[in-house]
């Protein structure tokens, strides 16, 4: 299976850099995982909501332009379905076995997903009630990708 995630916004501190290679790394033994990057806009926090709204919107057509028509998009968003770690492997392990060898995480920047990404996602996830930030999503989900094959494959994680 290939796996992509698609942040807006580049990961800055080395420590998140390292631990997301890391689990990247580990994911190598259970599928192909693929990191796209595009530029997020310059968000003040005295943005008006038309403005918020372009900034998401021209964030949301970067995104779109790297997810093929081919990938089943999981958009993480804080409307999405929570589930757990269990039901997660279950998803990832459904949409192999139903044929989708490719899926797509899509992680917005600061202000969320546009409408565009949202309207052309398959589902939407949400981590947790609590809001992270895009680098600690982006975290969060690679380890919960590392924990679900894990929990396929009946091996030990962490308890």
């Known amino acids: ?14 420590y998140y850099t390292d631990a997301c290679e890391e689990l990247i790394k580990r ?3 259970f599928c192909t995982m693929r990191v ?5 806009e310059k968000a003040p926090v005295s943005l008006s909501p038309a403005e918020e709204m372009l900034v ?11 997810i093929s028509d081919k990938e089943y998009l999981i958009a993480l968003d804080l409307g999405g379905k929570q589930c757990s770690s269990e039901a ?3 998803k990832l ?8 060898a490719q899926i797509a995480f899509a992680i917005g920047g600061s202000l969320g997903l546009s409408p565009t990404v949202l309207a052309r996602a398959n589902e ?3 981590l947790s009630e609590m809001t ?12 919960q990708i590392y924990r679900g094959y894990k929990i396929l494959r009946g091996e030990t994680y962490h308890k």
């Open 124 to 126: 939407r996830l949400q």
């Open 27 to 29: 994911l190598s033994r």
């Open 132 to 143: 992270f930030p895009h680098r600690i999503a982006r975290l969060v989900l690679l380890e």
């Open 56 to 66: 998401k919107q021209r964030e949301g057509e970067r995104l779109l332009a790297q």
């Open 36 to 40: 796209c990057e595009v530029a997020d």
């Open 1 to 14: 299976m290939i796996i992509k995630l698609c942040c807006v916004g580049k990961l800055k501190e080395k």
């Open 93 to 100: 392990q459904g949409l192999e076995d139903n044929g989708r």
């Open 88 to 90: 997660f492997a279950a």
